[in-house]
Nanobody, 122 residues
């Protein structure tokens, strides 16, 4: 009933920039928070950034000052602007909708996208 689709990944040189998008669709009444996670090869998935409906944000220490998360509540879309990229930023980036109220049932669910690959070359 709720789908999240990421886009914007790709290959970029160190120091470059990418902008990821996450579009949520389906039977959505509201989304409490949208978050970006990433998973590098052989490593656990880690939280990159979170933004709640009111606009408050949280970042992992490793991306503070380089990444910016934003969202368009009317479009149920989140963005991740990534600047000054480093090779260690390489991984699959996943979008997560947290506290999604499903309009047809009133249920509260979390939903993940399928991920988009980001590769930063040195």
């Amino acid at each position: 009933q709720v789908q999240l689709v990421e886009s914007g990944g790709g290959l970029v040189q160190a120091g470059g920039s990418l902008r990821l998008s996450c579009a949520a669709s389906g039977s959505i009444f509201s989304i409490a928070a949208m978050a970006w996670y990433r998973q590098a090869p052989g490593k656990q998935r880690e939280l990159v950034a979170t933004i709640i409906t009111g606009g408050s944000t949280h970042y992992a220490d490793s991306v503070k000052g380089r990444f910016t998360i934003s969202r368009d509540n009317a479009k149920n879309t989140a963005y991740l602007q990534m600047n000054s990229l480093k090779p260690e930023d390489t991984g699959v980036y996943y979008c997560k909708g947290e506290g999604v109220v499903v309009s047809t049932t009133g249920r509260l669910v979390d939903s993940w996208g399928q991920g988009t690959q980001v590769t930063v070359s040195s």
